[in-house]
T-cell receptor, first 113, second 110 residues
Framework: DTEVTQTPKHLVMGMTNKKSLKCEQH?????MYWYKQKAKKPPELMFV???????INESVPSRFSPECPNSSLLNLHLHALQPEDSALYLC????????????FGPGTRLTVL | SQQGEEDPQALSIQEGENATMNCSYK?????LQWYRQNSGRGLVHLIL?????REKHSGRLRVTLDTSKKSSSLLITASRAADTASYFC??????????FGAGTQVVVTP
């Protein structure tokens, strides 16, 4: 299995909702990432997990809460989001956290009403 | 934060023509990578060039890297309609953090 999967593909939520984005890879990669991408902009790094531990948090607001239950899964818990948080959320994985190629999932298109 | 610039921002060519896009970055890098993204989907890795390499080829792709100028270029030869996409360069630091350029939107018309 050489792909990163993300669910759901689309998500619409209200500002008071709690939802979660899921990401899964079975390539044995030990680093996983969350990115946020606004329309016509490049992806921006949010979080990096290395060996299931959070290693980088790019000053992301606490309404985004990442979780890595095991080496294959990465979640992003969402609570009390704002309309400006609407974006494409991309998950990626790489063999390690060195200068490795990152493999991206198809993304979750999030709309916050 | 965005690492560098890409130009042009948009490029429109006909099938069979070559497409060239450039990327500049700001800090020291371990390597530089190019990714393709089709209309708001995930990014697909195209090619990686290490900081001690100057040129690399993969199929119809040719990448150059000039570390003295902190710049890279991606050439797609004999373009096809299926090459229509946004192309991003991404520099990698020693922590493995990818810093993406602004991207070049390429449209290839039949």
């Amino acid at each position: 299995d050489t792909e990163v999967t993300q669910t759901p593909k689309h998500l619409v939520m209200g500002m008071t909702n709690k939802k979660s984005l899921k990401c899964e890879q079975h390539m044995g990669h030990r680093a996983m990432y969350w990115y946020k991408q606004k329309a016509k902009k490049p992806p921006e790094l949010m979080f990096v997990y290395s060996y299931e531990k959070l290693s980088i948090n790019e000053s992301v607001p606490s309404r985004f809460s990442p979780e890595c239950p095991n080496s294959s899964l990465l979640n992003l818990h969402l609570h009390a989001l704002q309309p400006e948080d609407s974006a494409l959320y991309l998950c990626a994985s790489s063999p390690g956290t060195g200068a490795d190629t990152q493999y991206f999932g198809p993304g979750t298109r999030l709309t916050v009403l | 934060s965005q690492q560098g610039e890409e130009d042009p921002q948009a490029l429109s060519i006909q099938e069979g023509e070559n497409a060239t896009m450039n990327c500049s970055y700001k800090t020291s890098i371990n390597n530089l990578q190019w990714y393709r993204q089709n209309s708001g989907r995930g990014l697909v890795h195209l090619i990686l060039i290490r900081s001690n390499e100057r040129e690399k080829h993969s199929g119809r792709l040719r990448v150059t890297l000039d570390t003295s100028k902190k710049s890279s270029s991606l050439l797609i030869t004999a373009s096809r309609a299926a090459d229509t996409a946004s192309y991003f360069c991404a520099s990698t630091d020693s922590w493995g953090k990818l810093q993406f350029g602004a991207g070049t939107q390429v449209v290839v018309t039949p």
